[in-house]
RNA sequence: GUCCCCAUCGUCUAGUCCGGCCCAGGACACAGGGUUUUCAUCCCUGGUACGCGGGUUCGAAUCCCGCUGGGGACGCCA
């Protein structure tokens, strides 16, 4: 297998060697949702190649074919674009070193594992399932401190042309492997721990620490960032890296993340997938800058941009510490996007709240309109689900909320809401200052209080009791909608 | 049982590599207060942490050892 092309090395006299642009990959298999906890990986991996001009590979590991479902593998693509987590080379751009469906290198796998049997790295295993879930069950039987490995079997069987095999890695009976993890240091593991694990199932598709390995040296991959489940997985690996002959990539593990409760974070601790949080409202940037900011920081900056994440992302920052997802604080950093438009600028944030103004009943609001919207909202709503709540009646009719109007729109307050609306009809150019400034001296020559009249006209407005400033919703509003709502709230009062 | 990893406020973390600037800083959360036309935003104040025990040192959150606690793995799952 041709080692994969990378980036051109810098010109002879440079004295200081570059290391050549990395080549990342996020391998998820596609058996359900995409994990938030899996986002923070791809999010890593594809900032470590964005920052260095590296390669970030998309691989879809659909080996076990009981789970994967092409479903599955279409809500991964979905959540990755959403959050603009693009990839060079996988699904959908295709890329040189394809295919990256597991499901579609078969053959590569059976090339890679003939040539470990040939050096006798490897070998066929005859047992059954059966006969091996049998041991297994007898020394779970012997005592609960007996844990199963496999023997050794088939080491020195003869092979039986007829007969179905798995093909199993001859692990190394002394010596130790030791590889420096990039965030863990120096990981070393004695190679009595390992047993002879299978690499191709009886039917010829390969397991994870096979698989896994036979695509990361023939797509180039120099350097693997995954979560810290694995790092058990990675002395086996680099065994199989070593029989074939292969220099193992750097590793980078991340801690994990749990639930608040301290348990592996799983659906029953509310939402786990990306697209969960994506239908409740948060922006990719506030998802992705409260996972960034999960094991990984830069001094005592909470708030980042996607280009600043770029630049100032690096795994020497990253910590060891396994930690606890804190739904509040998720919130908060979701929000500071929202409420910021330097993070969010408006046109965004308004294609962000369409879907969710459309699901409020507003399916094509005024484009000028729902600009002008947008800053009123912005600090009151935590989601863009709530920022649709809080908007929704700029684009239709309010309907008033019942105890509102009965507080505030009555006989009493009719005739002070008619001053009100009659003085803005003198308001010439409808801007919020200028309504600001009316209503200042209207209230002046009355010798009322904003207060007075707040609510009252809120109510008229909106229909509700609870908005953005009053002088903000005329201004949205604009000149003839605002007279044309008091008309009507005026008509009502009068007529309860 | 075997192997691997970790340990600062309730939570995410800075500080740990290169010991003194840390009787430990920031953010979220929580409690109290302020601004205010509603709701928010915003601002101020407050409490709470270096798991324990030994070393080394003039001096340790920072270095070493042990303990305890937590996590991961031991599949023809990934």
Redesign the pocket.
Known sequence: MASSPVAPAPSGSASIARRAAPRVRF???P?GYLHIGGVRTALFNWLWARKHGGTFILRI?D??Q??STDDSRKVIVDALRWLELDWDEGPEVGGPHGPYFQMQRLSIYGEFADRLIGRGRAYR?Y???EE?DAQ?AASKARGP??????PGTCRDRKDHPDR???VRFRAPDAGVVTYEDIV???????N??Q?D??ML???G?????F??VVDDVTMGITLVSRG??????T?PQILVYEALDYAPPRFAHL??M?A?S???LSKRHGAVSVSEYRALGYPPMGVLNYLV?????H??Q?IFSREDLIQKFDFA?V????????P??F???AF?HL?RPDLTPVRRYANMVRPFLDATGISDPDEAKLLRAIPTVR???RSLREAAEAMHYFFRKPVFDEKAQKKFLTPATAPRLSDFRALLVCVTLWEEANI?AAISSWLASKNL???DV??PA?VALTGR????????VLAVLGREESLARLDHAIESSSVS
């Not at 598709?205 to 620490?209: A, F, R, S, T, W």
């Not at 900011?293 to 920081?297: A, D, K, N, T, V």
């Open positions: 391998a998820p298999s058996t590991e080996t076990d009981e789970r295993c047992c059954t399932k091996l297994r401190k007996g844990m199963w490995r496999y179905p095999f798995v863990f240091g120096a990981v070393t593991t004695p009595s721990a047993q694990f299978v199932r009886s039917d598709v390969p397991l994870y620490n698989g896994a810290r489940d694995h790092m058990v997985n002395p801690p994990m749990l608040p301290g348990e592996k900011r999960f094991g990984w920081s001094g005592d909470e920052q910590g060891k510490a396994d930690g606890k997802f804190d509040k604080k919130a908060d950093v500071e409420k600090e009151r709503a600001e209080a904003i207060k707040a609510q809120r009791t609870v908005s953005p400033g009053l002088y903000e």
